[in-house]
């Protein structure tokens, strides 16, 4: 068999699939899936000669799912700079800007404050009188006095970014499930975390992409419960406490212990009527939770 037979056998029987090269520039700049900006480590298809770019791993699968003509559609108006999420300014095109996660939410509801420093002077809360505590669209932050609030109201943005790092590097440890919250599709691709973290209103979300950030965001309350659930069956069977993180009786001793997850963390009661305490100073009994936990060796912060 020559040479040419035996590509076009690989060819049509599915063995060989083209890839675009690194140096590759992907032909379009919003992810055909999501309409999201696409990420340089997501990786590109090649179609037809032509690099295609995504927002992450994820929408490929879905990409190679479409028929030719609708491939061929989208890589027409990605060369015009037309691709969905696009918009025009001029004569030019450009993405969308995406809107920041604290600015715009359909939930109600104030998530506590679960770091235990300031952001603005690293100080610890409580180190110079009771922390002074602020809402921003829904999402609470503590400062140590009130010149630091004149400093993170000065840039926000730079500041909340700062919060969701730490916020994500200590509540990723408590995360509960290796699968995307909104599809169920897996958070790894070959062992590689291809994550799309989101911290909404002081807690951690995993997602698979941009498109499922939409879809969370469009009814964070149903997602929210889901996650509560889930940390709180992988928690449960193990608790590490047998009494009340506010009370201290006996759990059990006024009927079935109340439960509430915060930051990650399942917390349980002996009645509800302790759990306004925690809400007013959940880091107090964070600190409780993570102390019990980490002497059974587990949940264990990074060094």
Avoid at 131 to 141: A, F, M, S, T
Avoid at 163 to 186: A, F, H, N, S, W
Avoid at 238 to 257: E, F, I, K, R
Wanted: proline content about 7%; some cysteine.
């Amino acid at each position: 068999m020559n040479r040419l037979c035996l590509i076009t056998v690989l060819v049509i029987g599915g063995l060989f699939t083209p890839t675009a090269s690194a140096d590759d520039k992907p032909v379009n700049a919003m992810c055909p899936i999501s309409k999201e900006p696409i990420a340089a480590t997501a990786g590109t298809v090649d179609h037809k000669g032509q690099a295609v770019g995504f927002c992450c791993p994820a929408c490929i699968r879905m990409f190679k799912a479409w028929d030719e003509p609708r491939r061929d559609k989208f890589v027409a108006l990605a060369k015009r700079g037309e691709e969905p999420g696009r918009r025009t300014s001029g004569r030019r095109s450009r993405p969308a800007e995406s809107q920041p996660a604290s600015t715009k939410s359909a939930a109600k509801l104030t998530f506590a404050y679960p770091l235990d420093i300031c952001i603005i002077s690293g100080a610890k809360l409580a180190s110079k009188g009771d922390p002074i505590v602020r809402e921003y669209d829904g999402r609470e932050v503590r400062f140590c006095c009130g010149g630091c609030i004149r400093r993170f109201e000065a840039d926000p943005a730079t500041h909340f970014k700062k919060i969701d790092e730490l916020i994500i590097k200590d509540q990723l440890r408590y995360y509960p499930t290796r699968q995307c919250l909104v599809t169920g599709e897996p958070l790894f691709e070959g062992g590689k975390d291809t994550t799309n973290n989101v911290v909404y209103k002081n807690r951690l979300v995993r997602l698979c992409c941009r498109m499922c950030e939409r879809k969370f965001k469009a009814d964070p309350d149903k997602y929210l419960a889901m996650l509560d659930k889930a940390a709180a069956d992988a928690q449960r069977k193990g608790y590490p406490l047998d009494t009340c993180l506010v009370a201290g009786g006996s759990l059990g001793s006024m009927g079935s212990p109340t439960e509430m997850v915060v930051a990650g963390r399942l917390m349980r009661f002996c009645c509800a009527g302790c759990e306004p305490k925690v809400k007013k100073d959940p880091v107090k009994y964070l600190a409780i939770v993570d102390k019990a936990w980490q002497k059974r060796g587990k949940f264990k912060p990074e060094r």
